[in-house]
């Protein structure tokens, strides 16, 4: 957990990124390593692509969306998520859930990267480091489902197709007649 | 050094207390000291030190009174540690608790300028954590350290409090504590839970290999850093009376009463765990060490039906259950007491009595355990996806917060809960092994 911010004054975790309720956001602008941006690419579309990657980010379970932007002509790579709660205090359990691996595929072809590999040459904090001292705060942040994490999105719209399920019983008319179900019936004339 | 050269936990330098669970019952106390003068203070660690036992030692209760020793950033200063060495602990030790009280939630009635004094003052230096069956024993081991502080004028005796467990080991809330304990790989000591992989040494103890297989952060010299930890220490004072007016307000019978305690702690009185035991107490099972801490959560409690996902004992611990991240990374050692008169079973009107727990949390790594513990764990909900509640017991609740009970049909949720733990105050310590010790109080400053 870092203490300090760039100027070295004492800030809450994390030091840098946007947070609306419990979602969070991090951008990471990284310069890619001169002529390495087709193996960036080889790493998204290849055979295996993102496999690893999405089995990581899903045990990890806080993730609400991830993008990886090459750009500038393959020069530069953007790493723009968006998660529930703090990145940095989670840097330990990112790297045992096996997210440190999989960005390794990509963050060896960046530049200040060790090309080896994060296991080889980095320790977890280091990792960490490497991506704060390259992430930068967004100017604005917005979301149009505020105070929700990514499990009670979830959640909800599995509540909806429950709920479609009970409206396309030929007895839902009758059975939301209830009192109780008042709102649920005001929600299912469209 | 390899991982595997490491494997071996050297016990005879290792505090007893960070290793051993505590005595089932005793009396005990913390000293805290202020050390004006390097020498005294030098002095009074080699008197000390031979009342410290090691882990190598028989973990059932000793006859004689023993003692465990931690020091705060400041007293390490103040005992003459040099500059450089100093610079080498971790940024959040060097700061203190109380610097940390954003961070930790401690605002409010926990905020540290309303802390009982000294307690996050800058003078917080040593502290004694003394320990004896019986208080009798405790009383003569005390008169022994107060006679060998006399002796050393340079150092004040600047707090005193007394703790005890008692036989049935309940707290003030009425519940059995103390009951789940990791084991630690090399220490030769069993875990309470069968079902847990013991942790890495290095989760606790400084100079081994932890759960990420990395060398926790270390101090320099490595003479100083080896075999010791980091103690949370805090003074948790709890309002049991309003904790019993708020569940008696809220509950349809005194039966239900009693499961709301229940759900809330994710424990029965007893000290049986809603995990095996979800209808109603079940003393035996309480009573059981081979049993009562014998339980995961993810197989068959996955929606916490029996035991509240916000349960203070789940979410301290979620063992296997889902939660963003993985728990064995933020594990701590608890060793926790009472302080202060319980309430009488019964009663709802406070006393005025001041009551709750010293809190000791031990760990290799303060922001990977007690920091992340805090204030992912009880202070947020964001982990278990539930950000509106905070740990509905031990969390600085204000009366906007709700607690949720999954229960069938309809799951059931208790509404602006009050905050029953206010922090009086505590401190960052470090607690180094025994060589350590020596080689602190062998400074020549």
Known sequence: MSQTNDEGAPVRSPRKGRRVGPVSELSVFLKVKPGHDEAIRKVFHGEAAGDALAEAVTAVGSLHQARYVLFDNGTRLLIATTFDGDWDVYIDDFAAVGVLDAWDTFLIHCEGYPEEGWRASLTVEQAKEFLTANQVTAEDFWIDYPGVTAKEINKALALQQTFQQVLDNPGAAEALQHPALEPLLDSAAD | ?445
């Open chain 2, 1 to 445: 050094m390899s991982p595997d050269d490491q494997a071996m936990l050297e016990l005879d330098d290792i505090q007893a207390g960070l290793v051993h669970p505590r005595p089932t019952r005793y009396a005990g106390a913390v000293l805290l000291g202020r050390i004006d003068n390097p020498r005294d203070g030098r002095e009074l660690l080699r008197r000390v030190i031979p009342l410290i036992p090691s882990a190598a030692g028989s973990p059932e209760p000793h006859q004689e009174g023993w003692a465990a020793v931690a020091l705060s950033f400041r007293g390490l200063k103040a005992l003459g540690v040099p500059e450089d060495s100093l610079a080498s602990f971790p940024a959040e030790f060097q700061a203190g608790m109380a610097a940390r009280a954003a961070e930790l939630g401690d605002t409010g009635e926990s905020a540290p300028e309303r802390w009982e004094q000294p307690l996050g003052r800058d003078d917080v230096h040593l502290a004694i954590y003394a320990l004896a069956p019986d208080a009798a024993r405790l009383e003569e081991a005390l008169d022994g350290a107060r006679e060998a502080l006399r002796d050393v004028p340079g150092v004040a005796l600047i707090w005193e409090q007394g703790t005890y467990m008692l036989p049935t080991e309940r707290t003030s809330f009425g519940f059995k504590d103390g009951i789940s304990n990791p084991a630690i790989e090399g220490s030769g000591i069993p875990g309470t839970n069968p079902h847990e992989e013991p942790f890495k040494a290095g989760e606790f103890i400084l100079g081994y290999p932890n759960e990420s297989d990395e060398l926790p952060p270390m101090p320099t010299p490595e003479v100083l850093a080896r075999n010791g930890s980091y103690v949370v220490f805090r003074k948790l004072q709890t309002r049991v009376a309003e904790y019993r007016q708020y569940l008696r307000s809220r509950a349809k019978s005194r039966e239900d009463e009693a499961l709301l305690a229940a759900k809330f702690v994710g424990r029965w009185p007893s000290g049986a765990p809603l995990a095996l035991a979800p209808e109603r107490d079940d003393p035996k099972l309480g009573a059981d060490p081979n049993r009562n801490n014998a339980f995961l959560y993810a197989a068959d409690d996955a929606r916490g039906l029996k035991c509240p996902l916000g349960a203070h004992v789940r979410r301290a611990y979620a063992r296997d259950a889902k939660i963003i991240g993985v728990p064995r990374l933020h594990r701590m050692i608890r060793r926790s007491s009472s302080y202060g008169p319980m309430l009488p079973d019964g009663v709802l009107e406070d006393d005025g009595a001041d009551r709750g727990i010293l809190f000791f949390g031990l760990q290799a790594n303060l922001t990977r355990g007690f920091e992340f513990v805090k204030s992912q764990w009880i202070n947020e909900g964001i982990f278990i996806g539930m950000p509106s509640e905070m740990d509905p017991l031990v969390g600085p609740n204000d009366e906007t917060r709700m607690f949720t009970v999954p229960q069938q049909p309809i799951r059931r949720r208790v509404t602006e809960l009050p905050q029953f733990v206010v922090n009086r105050g505590g401190e960052y310590l470090f607690m180094p092994g025994r060589r350590a010790l020596g080689w602190i109080a062998g400074l020549d400053s």
